[in-house]
């Protein structure tokens, strides 16, 4: 009974500091503090201590977007992107992204290039993109490094260079990224931009088929089939294609029927 009226007591007290803290915020944000109507509106977005309220959401965010508070520009653009709470506007997403863009934010960097290469609410430019996507991969954005990576290879925006387009690959995977891991094993498996390194181009296939790569695990499932860079291992390589195939990749039922793969189930 102790421990229950304890715990019931501790309970009582958090909420009412929490309750208090919430009212300070509110008045802090009222008050026209921008730190304060940010973070307010990323609780009501979220439901953090309050009921799920994208209108409050909204109001409390946009209130600090004009302030001038990066941050809460780029989510404001982010939210018109989606239509969280709001009419979805590309124009007005630009809008936003752009102003936070031009503070530095990494992740509206990275939006805008994004609106630019999908010519949503401003007219299409490889060129633009490229460059958006470059200021936001400087400041370490993973998504960025990839798709800068994508620019050098392809072309787009970019002349191509794969050697650029393998060290901002190698950039994005070193964070994780799996497209980007899976992007960097594909350079280092065909020698573009890099000396080819089968050895590499598995260690990072594997890396990207961890995550759920499809492609990734198409691709090391064939090397395990051949022993590229590893050992031979049938298993192994039946396992990855049925994943890969589950994944969308049709080439691995090639596979799977070819080698009867289904033997080493």
Same mark, same amino acid.
């Given at each position: ?126 060129? =633009?993109? %490229?460059?958006? *996507?470059?200021? $936001?991969? !400087?400041?370490?954005?993973?998504? +960025? /490094? &990839?798709? #800068? @990576? ?49 050895? =590499?181009? %598995?260690?990072? *296939?594997?890396? $990207?088929? !961890?995550?759920?790569?499809?492609? +990734? /695990? &198409?691709? #090391? @499932? ?44």
């Amino acid at each position: 009974m102790k421990i229950i009226l304890w715990t019931a007591l501790m309970m009582f007290i958090f909420s009412a500091s929490f309750a208090q803290d919430l009212n300070s915020l509110l008045g802090k944000a009222k008050q026209g503090d921008a730190n304060a109507q940010f973070e307010l509106g990323i609780k009501y977005a979220n439901g953090n201590g309050v009921y799920k309220d994208f209108t409050q959401a909204y109001h409390w965010i946009e209130k600090s977007a004009l302030q001038g508070k990066r941050e809460a520009q780029c989510t404001l653009g982010n939210m018109y992107y989606n239509g969280d709470g709001i009419i979805k506007s590309y124009k007005k997403a630009f809008y936003w992204f752009q102003k936070s863009a031009e503070q530095g934010d990494a992740m509206a960097q990275y939006n805008l290039g994004l609106l630019y290469i999908k010519g949503q609410g401003i007219s299409k430019s490889d060129e =633009k993109a %490229a460059y958006w *996507y470059e200021l $936001s991969a !400087e400041q370490g954005d993973a998504m +960025a /490094q &990839y798709y #800068l @990576g994508i620019m050098y290879s392809e072309g787009q925006g970019k002349p191509i260079d794969f050697k650029k387009a393998a060290y901002w690959y190698k950039r994005s995977a070193e964070q994780g990224n799996a497209d980007g891991q899976y992007s960097i094993g594909v350079m280092c498996y065909n020698g573009y931009g890099v000396l080819r390194d089968l050895k =590499k181009a %598995a260690y990072w *296939y594997g890396k $990207s088929a !961890e995550q759920g790569n499809a492609k +990734a /695990q &198409y691709n #090391l @499932g064939v090397m395990y089939l051949y022993g590229q860079g590893i050992l031979k291992d049938l298993k192994r390589a039946a396992e990855l294609m049925e994943k890969a195939y589950e994944g969308g990749v049709e080439l691995a039922k090639t596979q799977w029927d070819e080698n009867e793969l289904w033997r080493y189930k």
